[in-house]
């Protein structure tokens, strides 16, 4: 068994039984720059504990898979250099070997569930990739939500995919997709696109209550939470897409592929849209971690039961 490194806030909440929500750390390496990244984590952090739960902040330092980073770890995380981005596929090799890494939602949810904590909050989940059918690009993250039993809270796919492949796939592969407050499924950066929803709630207490209905049973897997990002902080969907058109463009000419996609894709719409992503993108991770940290508090009720 991996032994998991606590942080000291986590270790006391598992002993009080308090509500645990997980956090990724890839926002943290490959979202922004040092100092925003890390002061970004810490408000996201600071948020689920004014929902009344305790942020842990997953990461592979040193071949060690913390769960919670103390404020020391936080901050030379922040300022590391060419951290992995850790999915299913190498997380395992990354603490055999002593590396350091980040985690994606995939590997997010792998270390959740060794320590037992039910909810993550992110900002949105990677999916099936404009043109999979001739790249085979698809994250890791959809196979993840089919067979990891964690309750993921994000603003939907990223709005890069090929968004109607996405929740094909997470149908076939028996993921509920759950909107949240609306009949259609939100676009990361735009609160609703023309997809409409699978399945809506309206409250936390419904959403916890489902991820405890499929335990009990027996069902393999998590729950999507589909969050949108707050009416005031978001993109129309017109503003965006020309400009998504264009960034795919151009990475399809400079031959990025795989894991390199993503963030260049981020990047460039973070240039083309004068920043505005990174704000909204801000905003819904916020918006994602107080829902989520409202979520754990509820199955922690439920289960105290």
């Known amino acids: 068994m991996i032994p998991l490194h606590f942080s000291a806030d986590v270790q006391a909440a598992r002993e009080k039984n308090h ?30 504990r004014e929902k009344g ?32 981005k850790l999915s299913r596929a190498d997380i395992a090799a990354c603490i055999a070997s002593g590396g350091t890494g980040a985690t994606t939602v995939a590997a997010t949810m792998i270390a959740a569930n060794l320590a037992g904590i039910s909810v993550f909050a992110t900002g949105g ?6 043109g999979a059918e001739s790249s085979f690009d698809m994250s890791a993250d959809l196979q993840e939500l ?11 796919a990223k709005a890069i995919l090929d968004l109607p492949k996405t929740f094909e796939v997470l149908e076939t592969l028996g993921v509920p997709v759950i909107a949240v407050g609306q009949d259609t499924l939100p676009e990361f950066w735009s609160r609703a696109s023309d997809l409409p929803a699978p399945l809506r709630f309206d409250t936390a207490a419904e959403i916890a209550k489902a991820h405890i209905t499929r335990g009990v049973m027996g069902i393999a897997g998590g729950q999507l939470v589909c969050n949108p990002i707050p009416q005031n902080d978001e993109i129309p969907t017109a503003d965006l897409q020309p400009i998504i ?22 990047g460039r719409i973070f240039e083309l849209t004068d920043g ?5 993108n801000i905003a819904l991770v916020r918006n994602n971690a107080c829902l989520a940290a409202e979520i754990a508090t509820e199955i922690n009720k439920m289960k105290s039961v």
């Open 125 to 130: 989940i990677g999916g099936v990739h404009r």
């Open 245 to 266: 058109t264009q960034a795919l463009a151009e990475a399809e000419a400079a031959g990025i592929a795989a894991k390199a996609v993503t963030p260049f894709l981020l």
């Open 146 to 156: 089919a067979q990891t039993p964690v309750t993921v809270v994000g603003a939907g």
């Open 276 to 280: 505005r992503s990174l704000t909204a």
């Open 19 to 48: 509500p645990i929500v997980a956090l990724e750390s890839t926002i943290i390496t490959h979202g922004m720059p040092y100092p925003q990244n890390v002061e970004t984590a810490q408000l996201v952090e600071a948020d689920v």
């Open 53 to 84: 739960a305790v942020p842990a902040t997953i990461a592979v330092l040193n071949g060690k898979l913390h769960i919670g980073l103390e404020a020391d770890g936080l901050q030379a995380l922040g300022q590391a250099k060419d951290v992995a």
